[in-house]
């Protein structure tokens, strides 16, 4: 499979408004669409920098499943930190979701967000604020 990259970059040098980067819109929401994934291209980041980022994530993904558990927070809607494999349920209706090659139930995917800006003082959702 062959994954769209979406370039980065066009988003930090031209106008929101520009045809470019109305296009790489298009093109990052057609591949979450049918993939559920995509390639980001950054400029800023090098490659050793993202070599390592990788070798971090392959490492924290292949510890074993009674590792990775002691991470997983449900109280926060699995929002912050893992989320194991066949855990998650689709919650889009079925002709809203993204292609489904092999046709499962639960999101098959073992994986981790992060925060990525400072906690907002009040949220939408009690277990957050």
């Given at each position: 499979?062959?994954?769209?990259?979406?370039?980065l970059?066009?988003?930090?040098?031209?106008?929101h408004?520009?045809l470019?980067?109305?296009?790489?819109?298009q093109?990052?929401a057609?591949a979450?669409?049918?993939?559920?994934a995509l390639?980001?291209?950054?400029s800023r980041?090098?490659?050793?920098?993202?070599?390592?980022?990788?070798?971090?994530?392959?490492?924290y993904?292949?510890?074993p499943?009674?590792?990775?558990k002691?991470?997983e927070?449900?109280?926060?809607?699995?929002?912050i930190?893992?989320t194991?494999?066949n855990?998650?349920?689709?919650?889009?209706?079925p002709?809203q979701?993204?292609?489904d090659?092999?046709?499962?139930d639960?999101?098959p995917?073992?994986r981790?967000?992060?925060k990525m800006v400072?906690?907002?003082p009040?949220?939408?959702?009690d277990c957050?604020?």
């Amino acid at each position: 499979m062959d994954l769209p990259i979406i370039d980065l970059d066009l988003f930090l040098t031209q106008p929101h408004d520009s045809l470019e980067v109305k296009a790489e819109c298009q093109k990052a929401a057609k591949a979450l669409i049918t993939y559920g994934a995509l390639i980001l291209h950054d400029s800023r980041v090098s490659e050793s920098d993202n070599a390592s980022f990788l070798d971090l994530l392959e490492d924290y993904f292949a510890q074993p499943e009674e590792d990775l558990k002691r991470d997983e927070r449900p109280e926060l809607s699995y929002q912050i930190s893992v989320t194991l494999e066949n855990t998650e349920k689709p919650k889009l209706a079925p002709d809203q979701r993204p292609l489904d090659i092999t046709a499962h139930d639960p999101d098959p995917k073992c994986r981790f967000f992060w925060k990525m800006v400072e906690k907002p003082p009040v949220t939408g959702f009690d277990c957050l604020s």
